[in-house]
Every structure is written in C-alpha cells, then in structure tokens.
C-alpha cells in the first residue's frame, strides 16, 4: 500500500521579511506545505532581537503546518522551539542544503 503524504509540494521558504510582514503576506500562505528555513532564513533572524524573532515564529507557528524544517544541519533557535511547543508543531532538522532537500522531497512525494 502506498500512502499518500498529507501535505503538498513544493516546499516553500516561510520566514516573513520586513516587506513581506505586511498585511496580507499570510493571505496566500499555504499551511499545508512543509516549510523550510535556511541559511538566508537564519541570516535574516539572526539579526532580529530575540523579541522580533519571537513574534516571526509566533506568526508562522500560529498556522497548522505539517512541519517546519531547518535546513543546514542548523541548530532551531530558542524563539522557534518556545512557539512550537505553544503551537504543537513538529520541528524537523536537515544536514542538506535546502536545495538538496527540497529536490529530495520533491523526488520522493512529487509522483504521488
């Protein structure tokens, strides 16, 4: 038996930047998509104040997303771990790139 994976591809990059923290980003955001963070991801919140970065994670978080996984082999910050228990969102880690990964995934679900 087959089973069929209960969220769609392609994966999307989900961390919302100044510009795309406007109202409306999540209007068209899909929570049945894996979400993936990686190193332009980090860059970007790594220069938020832990405050800023709380709010981000809050924002993503709040949805019903399958999983958010961090690319990289990259360590989840304390911000995201507090808003995933809050959330009860599954928080996944990769050693690829987020390329790599997402090519995988893409192979391994894309045909079903």
């Given at each position: 038996?087959?089973?069929?994976?209960d969220?769609t591809?392609?994966?999307?990059?989900p961390?919302?930047?100044r510009?795309s923290s406007?109202?409306?980003?999540?209007?068209?955001?899909d929570?049945?998509?894996?979400?993936?963070?990686g190193r332009v991801?980090?860059?970007?919140l790594?220069g938020?104040?832990p405050e800023?970065?709380?709010l981000?994670?809050?924002?993503?978080?709040?949805?019903?997303?399958p999983a958010?996984?961090?690319?990289?082999?990259?360590?989840?910050?304390?911000?995201?771990?507090?808003?995933a228990?809050?959330?009860?969102r599954t928080i996944l880690?990769?050693?690829?790139?987020?390329s790599?990964?997402m090519s995988?995934?893409?192979?391994?679900?894309?045909?079903?």
């Amino acid at each position: 038996m087959i089973l069929q994976p209960d969220f769609t591809i392609p994966v999307v990059i989900p961390i919302p930047t100044r510009a795309s923290s406007a109202p409306g980003f999540f209007d068209y955001f899909d929570p049945k998509r894996l979400q993936v963070i990686g190193r332009v991801e980090t860059t970007y919140l790594s220069g938020l104040p832990p405050e800023e970065r709380l709010l981000r994670f809050e924002e993503l978080l709040r949805h019903d997303i399958p999983a958010l996984i961090i690319s990289r082999g990259l360590d989840p910050y304390p911000e995201c771990m507090e808003m995933a228990e809050k959330h009860d969102r599954t928080i996944l880690r990769s050693q690829d790139t987020t390329s790599v990964f997402m090519s995988n995934v893409i192979a391994a679900f894309g045909s079903m």
